[in-house]
């Protein structure tokens, strides 16, 4: 039961994608010690791709018995509010890692009413300053509101749906100090509309 969940897409453990989310919820604690979050890390799970077999179209169950049955428990949690996919950029788009979770998500999108309303934000890190983290982040946005989700009412970012961040090969995302206050201001932005909903559904 939580109140956040984050997703990570790296293949990587440990490394910035990961690091994002747990600054991202480092920050979140320090405003609210209150709030609870889990994470989800594609790093350790077994996630395949879908194979388009069709259960779904007529079931409200995925046909193949992995890690994405762990995932489903998640979004069917009363108490989650709030998603946070942080991908890194991979070619300038999300991670094949990412995207196989996502599109087992057709799921979410043909039986939304066995599954909890939330809103969403996209962390995306690439290695470049402008690698791709914008188109990233909308690739990911697309597939979650495709699933029924909505984005955090309140994120100010310009128009996209998350923050785009940089984490220089050998460098430590802490070096990304424009980034940085853009998760804290994303962790406002998630405390401020847990604790008053805007309802966008
Ligand atoms: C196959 C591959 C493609 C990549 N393509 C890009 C890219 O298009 N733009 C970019 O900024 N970084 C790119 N990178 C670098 C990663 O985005 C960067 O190392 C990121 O930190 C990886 O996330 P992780 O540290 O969570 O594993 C690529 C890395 C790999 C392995």
Redesign the pocket.
């Known amino acids: 039961m939580a109140d956040i969940l984050g997703i990570a897409g790296?293949p990587?453990k440990g490394?910035?994608?990961?690091q994002a989310l747990s600054i991202l919820f480092d920050y979140i604690s320090e405003i609210d010690d209150g709030l609870t979050s889990s994470e989800f890390k594609l790093s350790n799970k077994n996630v395949g791709p879908c194979d388009a077999c069709g259960t779904c179209l007529s079931h409200p169950i995925c046909r193949q018995k992995d890690d994405y049955l762990e995932a489903l428990d998640h979004f069917r949690d009363p108490e989650l509010k709030v998603v946070i996919v942080s991908t890194?950029?991979?070619?300038?788009s999300m991670s094949a890692q990412c995207k196989a979770f996502l599109d087992r998500g057709l799921l979410l999108k043909l039986h939304r009413e066995e599954f909890t309303k939330v809103h969403y934000a996209v962390l995306a890190?690439?290695?470049?300053r402008h690698?791709?983290q914008e188109l990233a982040i909308q690739c990911v946005s697309t597939a979650l509101q495709c699933q029924g989700m909505a984005v955090l009412p309140n994120l100010n970012y310009g128009g996209l749906p998350g923050i785009g961040l940089w984490?220089s090969?050998g460098e430590s995302l802490r070096q990304d100090l424009v980034g940085l206050s853009e998760l804290q201001v994303l962790a406002r932005n998630i405390v401020e509309h847990i604790r008053e909903p805007i309802l966008t559904y």
């Not at 490394?15 to 990961?18: P, V």
């Open positions: 790296s990587r490394e910035s994608s990961e890194p950029v991979f070619f300038g890190v690439g290695s470049h690698g791709g984490a090969e």
